[in-house]
């Protein structure tokens, strides 16, 4: 709550950060929208943080895109969710910011990391619906390594490979935080699909950016 640029310049809602919608699953369950949303969520943090009223009260909140139904009813097919992340992205590449700070939920950006990590296929992008395994554990996988930078633990670089792996097989803590250093494309800056932006012959399934960096901060681990 003490983010400088949210108690600066508040925050702004977009639809197309919310969770993968699964069978059964409540993170994308709602039925209002804009500013009865925010109020909701504050009256429900208060209730269990009263100490933090006047700092909630004080947020700046843009509704964006989430004046209307922002939610999915029933789950996320495969072309629906990239489709979205494809959305995000030329919001994110246009918006006038030289850095974002994106919150969601573990298993969009796991998908995010199937799709936009450099070389990765989008055949890769994992089912929407978690396995009954992945629902039960909660084993902590520590990735971080002895580099910092400015006092944070960072991955070091011999290790690129594998936690890119490990991004795209496992989930980002609650609370987590991972800096994407990321390229954004046309379509055709790749006309010979060398770094595979054009996905399974379908022109609307193009890869409009790459990541081409990522570092673990704030002692973040990947979760099963």
């Known amino acids: 709550m003490d983010h400088p640029t949210l108690t600066s310049r508040g925050i702004r809602l977009v639809r197309n950060l919310r969770e993968m919608k699964n069978l059964g699953g409540l993170d994308t369950k ?129 290790d690129k490979n594998e936690l890119w792996e490990q991004l795209k097989k496992k989930k980002l803590m609650n609370a987590g935080v991972a800096m994407c250093e990321v390229e954004f494309h046309d379509k055709d800056s790749d006309p010979n699909n060398k770094y595979g932006l054009h996905q399974s012959g379908k022109d609307d399934l193009w890869r409009n950016m790459t990541i081409t960096d990522v570092k673990l901060l704030f002692d973040t681990k990947l979760c099963k």
């Open 30 to 158: 709602a039925d209002v929208s804009g500013k009865a949303l925010f109020e909701r969520v504050s009256k429900q943090t208060v209730a269990e943080c009263p100490d933090l009223k006047d700092k909630i009260e004080s947020i700046q909140v843009d509704y964006n895109d989430a004046t209307e139904k922002w939610w999915t009813d029933f789950f996320d097919d495969k072309e629906e969710l990239i489709q979205r992340y494809n959305d995000l992205v030329q919001y994110l590449r246009y918006i006038d910011e030289d850095v974002v700070v994106c919150v969601g939920h573990s298993l969009y950006f796991r998908g995010f990391f199937q799709r936009y990590l450099s070389g990765n296929d989008t055949s890769e992008l994992s089912n929407v619906s978690a396995s009954k395994d992945e629902k039960e554990t909660k084993e902590d996988v520590d990735v971080a390594g002895d580099e910092e930078v400015d006092g944070e633990k960072l991955q070091p670089s011999q």
